[in-house]
């Protein structure tokens, strides 16, 4: 079992910053890719950003050159920096652990992200 918590969720303004974290504990694990994904209301989940084990990442064009996700493997850690942040930024921002090794997947409870214009 893998357990995984977020946590730098909150309301700003538009234009504003903010650093989400996302925190992977349990079972003992390594090669595994993290990702972002997010879920407004009315909408179905879409992807954010994705950083490989190898370090390899991809945006989604709606965040490029706005967010940049990055992780520390000896914390088993994963954060995403959001900046210049929009209305249409608002979701729940859900984090995702792929075991790729193991056929495996977890994702985290959610954060909520609210941008005010």
């Known amino acids: 079992q893998v357990q995984l918590v977020e946590s730098g969720g909150g309301l700003v303004q538009a234009g504003g910053s903010l650093k989400l974290s996302c925190a992977a504990s349990?079972?003992?694990?390594?090669?595994?890719?993290m990702a972002w994904y997010r879920q407004a209301p009315g909408k179905e989940r879409e992807f954010v950003a994705r950083?490989?084990?190898?370090?390899?990442?991809y945006y989604a064009d709606s965040v490029k050159d706005r967010f940049t996700i990055s992780r520390d493997n000896a914390k088993n850690t994963m954060y995403l920096q959001m900046n210049s942040l929009k209305p249409e930024d608002t979701a729940i921002y859900y984090c995702?652990?792929?075991?790729?090794?193991?056929?495996?997947?977890?994702w985290g409870q959610g954060t909520q992200v609210t941008v005010s214009s």
């Open positions: 995702n652990v792929d075991l790729y090794g193991l056929g495996e997947n977890y």
């Open positions: 349990g079972r003992t694990f390594s090669n595994y890719h």
């Open positions: 950083v490989r084990w190898s370090g390899l990442t």
